[in-house]
């Protein structure tokens, strides 16, 4: 792997990640209305480093949203065209007090940098500015042509990009999409995610009386809106895990056996992730299923929460007047969340007590997605992985969602090369989310080998 360029990025490593902990310290949760400034300030960084790098028509794209960042270099005549995507937004960091150190101060602990968005995705998507520099620095030019399209609300559904990509495919006009938000299977194992679940998430409002009510005075008069929720959800899942929503399944296509073969020879230890990756009792899920093939190629239903009613210390003895609970399912080809959404709306009102009134709302969705693998850019990228690695890559699909995946596919008609570097046990989205800092280096590497490999 001789690259002038891979050997400009190891000798800037210092820099590279200090530069990562600058974004790190900025707080772009974008589901919070009050951290909009932040998530805006971190989209203003980008753009001043694509500025600094040496990419072109470096802009910020103002949404109805969080903003995108959209920045390109195409002098790479009769080449290939790159379309880098990531996102700089993350999750909220609650529960605050079960971080070791503080989200928003990233620390490094055993090789690890410890911050919200480590590796999902201001580490993973920062590869890719450090990659595109480093091949800038060492040749003065790119390999090949390179857009790169960066979001602010991936964590919330992703509807500004998705506005975009429909309204503007000419400005995004490539011949594939590169992703760095995905995870690697096992430690040292090169990995290229093939599919990814789709989603849709709702919440079923319920009310009940018309004010908050003694529970004493009313109790046995009044309905309950709490319990008429725990009713329904009761009857959207049997005992043995199955989704009981009729039609719900009717759409959902079996992994190749190729594919399940492939999944079965993949180095997977279940009890091992049963006790320190999922850290319960047992495993639960739909019988007859793999643990893989369950989180990969099933759908799924979800409670995430109950909000309403007394949550506070102590007991406070009260009929709430309304309760709301926040409900998501996973979607694998060829469900749609338009048809699934519709289907479940219309069976938990089939479900609705006496008493009660419902009012089913969709939050946000995305399609799921499978990508073929039988393109250049998957050589090219298993070729480079080799070369970094200097072992045969493992495709796996991924139980997660990237909305815009499958809007590349169905609205750029461009396959994704989905080439992440996170661990399983990076924790994302919960508490002490880190980033193993020799992954954020080696992806730096392998992206520039296989953006050089594409140029050839
Ligand atoms: N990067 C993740 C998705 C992911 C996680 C892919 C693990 C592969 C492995 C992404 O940022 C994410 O969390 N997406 C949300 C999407 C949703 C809010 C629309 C998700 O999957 O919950
Ligand atoms: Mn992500
Ligand atoms: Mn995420």
């Not at 949203?65 to 999750?91: F, I, M, N, R, S």
């Not at 005075?217 to 009761?234: D, E, R, S, T």
Request: charged residues 25%; hydrophobic residues 40%; aromatic residues 8%.
């Amino acid at each position: 792997m001789p690259s002038k360029a891979v050997d400009y990025a190891h000798s800037q490593h210092d820099r590279f990640l200090e530069e990562l902990f600058a974004l790190l310290r900025v707080p772009s949760i974008s589901t919070l209305p009050e951290h909009a400034g932040d998530v805006r300030h971190a989209a203003e960084i980008l753009v001043a480093e694509l500025k600094r790098i040496g990419m072109e028509n470096v802009r910020l794209i103002q949404t109805a949203g969080h903003p995108l960042v959209y920045a390109d270099w195409l002098h790479a005549d009769e080449k290939p065209t790159c379309l880098c995507y990531g996102h700089y937004d993350v999750q909220p960091v609650e529960p605050v007090e079960e971080w070791h150190t503080p989200p928003f101060e990233p620390t490094i602990r055993d090789g690890n940098v410890y911050a919200r968005g480590a590796v999902d995705d201001k580490g993973q998507m920062y590869m890719h500015v450090k990659a595109l520099e480093s091949l800038l620095q060492a040749h003065g030019r790119l390999p090949l042509n390179i857009r790169v399209i960066l979001e602010g609300e991936e964590e919330v559904g992703g509807e500004a990009i998705a506005r975009f990509v429909a309204e503007h495919p000419e400005e995004l006009t490539a011949d594939f999409a590169l992703i760095s938000d995905t995870e690697m299977f096992a430690p040292e194992l090169p990995t290229l995610c093939v599919g990814l679940r789709g989603m849709i998430y709702t919440e079923i409002e319920a009310r009940g009386a018309k004010t908050d009510l003694h529970s004493g005075m009313y109790g046995g008069a009044a309905p309950n809106p709490f319990v008429a929720l725990a009713q329904i959800i009761a009857q959207l899942k049997d005992a043995g895990g199955r989704i009981l929503i009729p039609g719900f399944y009717d759409k959902v296509v079996k992994p190749s056996s190729d594919e399940l073969r492939a999944w079965e020879s993949l180095p997977f230890d279940e009890e091992q992730y049963r006790k320190s990756e999922v850290g319960s009792s047992v495993l639960t899920g739909e019988a007859g299923y793999g643990v893989l093939e369950r989180t990969w190629a099933r759908p799924t239903l979800d409670v995430h929460g109950m909000p309403g009613g007394f949550i506070g210390a102590g007991a406070k003895t009260v009929i709430p007047a309304k309760a709301v609970a926040k409900i998501s399912m996973r979607l694998v080809p060829d469900m749609t969340p338009k048809e699934t959404f519709a289907l479940y709306k219309q069976y938990v009102e089939s479900l609705r007590p006496k008493g009660i009134e419902l009012d089913v709302r969709l939050i946000h969705s995305g399609d799921p997605i499978v990508i073929g693998t039988n393109n250049p850019y998957v050589k090219a990228a298993q070729n480079a992985l080799h070369q970094v690695w200097g072992k045969d890559t493992v495709f796996i699909r991924s139980g997660g969602s990237i909305p815009i995946v499958g809007d590349f596919e169905r609205n750029l008609h461009i396959p994704s090369v989905m080439m992440g570097f996170g661990l399983p046990d990076d924790n994302l989205h919960a508490p002490n989310e880190k980033f193993h800092i020799a992954n954020f280096y080696r992806g730096i590497d392998s992206l520039i080998v296989f953006l050089e490999e594409v140029g050839k």
